[in-house]
């Protein structure tokens, strides 16, 4: 998966989205964790930030309290190999907040 930090002119960047909750905040940006690699990309020509193996979104959001809610939303991401890509991919998410 590559990089939210993705410069432009390269592959589609993953890009977290949360539903509008009234419920929730967002404090800040999704952080990235995992083996993050930079290789020069022939087929993009030119630098390029992606994840290997395993990778995990953080978002740290504000619940009002005393609330039970979700967080819903969706992550949009792209894969490619050495020959070719694949269109970028939608996931819909929903994580109950206890």
Request: glycine residues 8%; proline residues 10%; hydrophobic residues 35%.
């Amino acid at each position: 998966m590559y990089s939210q930090n993705m410069p432009s002119g390269g592959p589609v960047p993953t890009k977290i989205v949360l539903n509008p909750n009234p419920l929730i905040k967002p404090q800040g940006k999704p952080k990235e964790q995992g083996k993050l690699e930079k290789i020069n990309d022939k087929i993009f020509d030119m630098e390029v930030l992606f994840y290997s193996g395993k990778v995990v979104y953080t978002q740290v959001v504000k619940v009002k309290p005393g609330i039970k809610t979700n967080v819903a939303g969706y992550v949009n991401y792209m894969v490619c190999d050495d020959e070719q890509c694949l269109p970028p991919t939608k996931k819909q998410f929903d994580i109950k907040l206890l």
